[in-house]
């Protein structure tokens, strides 16, 4: 089996067991963008993820404004796009809440965390081709969570983003078993010298994976929620990758 075939084998099975989960309140939507956008997701894995790795840095889970809308890791809209060269037809999530609508790549809100990282990258390396060459994005768990939050009087139904460690312990048990496996998978299949976790979450996931060919290492996470990564993030990331040897 190629590389390519191995990857979306083992994506396809993570689809399909997360999308027999049931998550409780607060928990108000969940989407699943291997299933609505796995066309974009395929192009991706098919394009980029064709040859054995040397470096495989982990995100954690979709973002409203980016895996969410294009389905690709970390990805913002015009990086995808414009950078990375994939525009493909999305769905929609079954159940969408009117706040984080999916739009695909019409979607008009960049999510910073993405534009920061493949930001960084094309500075870096200029061509997707050098960069891909040695290099590969990935993410921990393909779900987006959506919390019932309150909401303003006349402004609708309230949602805002909730993160994976944020369930209920048993529900995130049966998921991080799922999306362990997976990256099990993964790191067989890419056989990566350097796993990085790209913020602490991703980090202590990526421990799961029995080591021994591989460091596993961690970088800031790019999110405009940490004030450390709101002060050149870009120039923090490549001093610790640098540092760690992997630049």
């Given amino acids: 089996?190629?590389?390519?075939?191995?990857?979306?084998?083992?994506?396809?099975?993570?689809?399909?067991?997360?999308?027999?989960?049931?998550?409780?309140?607060?928990?108000?939507?969940?989407y699943n963008p291997l299933s609505y956008a796995w066309g974009a997701f395929e192009e991706y894995v098919t394009r980029y993820g064709a040859a054995k790795k040397r470096v495989?840095?982990?995100?954690?889970?979709?973002?409203?404004?980016?895996m969410a809308q294009t389905g690709?890791?970390?990805?913002?809209?015009?990086?995808?796009?414009?950078?990375?060269?994939?525009?493909?037809?999305?769905?929609r999530p079954r159940d969408e809440h009117p706040k984080y609508p999916v739009n695909g790549y019409a979607c008009k809100r960049s999510e910073v965390s993405g534009r920061r990282l493949w930001g960084l990258f094309k500075d870096r390396f200029g061509s997707v081709e050098s960069f891909f060459r040695?290099?590969?994005?990935?993410?921990?768990?393909?779900?987006?969570?959506?919390?019932?939050?309150?909401?303003?009087?006349?402004?609708?139904?309230?949602?805002?983003?909730?993160?994976?460690?944020?369930?209920?312990?048993?529900?995130?048990?049966?998921?991080?078993d799922a999306c362990d496996a997976h990256l099990r998978a993964l790191v067989e299949i890419l056989a990566p010298s350097h796993l990085v976790g790209v913020g602490n979450f991703a980090a202590v996931r990526a421990a799961v994976v029995p080591t021994g060919a591989f460091a596993v290492n961690k970088i800031l996470h790019p999110s405009p929620a940490s004030p450390k990564s709101n002060s050149d993030w870009g120039g923090e990331a490549t001093r610790q990758l640098m540092e760690l040897g992997i630049w």
């Fill in 56 to 66: 495989l840095f982990l995100g954690m889970n979709p973002g409203p404004w980016g």
């Fill in 134 to 176: 040695e290099h590969f994005v990935v993410n921990y768990c393909p779900l987006l969570f959506i919390e019932t939050s309150p909401r303003k009087a006349g402004h609708g139904e309230g949602g805002r983003n909730l993160t994976p460690d944020k369930l209920p312990p048993a529900e995130r048990a049966a998921l991080y």
């Fill in 1 to 30: 089996m190629s590389v390519v075939d191995a990857q979306l084998e083992a994506a396809a099975v993570l689809r399909d067991q997360v999308a027999k989960m049931v998550f409780a309140p607060p928990v108000a939507r969940v």
């Fill in 72 to 91: 690709v890791p970390f990805g913002e809209v015009a990086a995808v796009r414009d950078w990375l060269g994939i525009s493909a037809p999305i769905g």
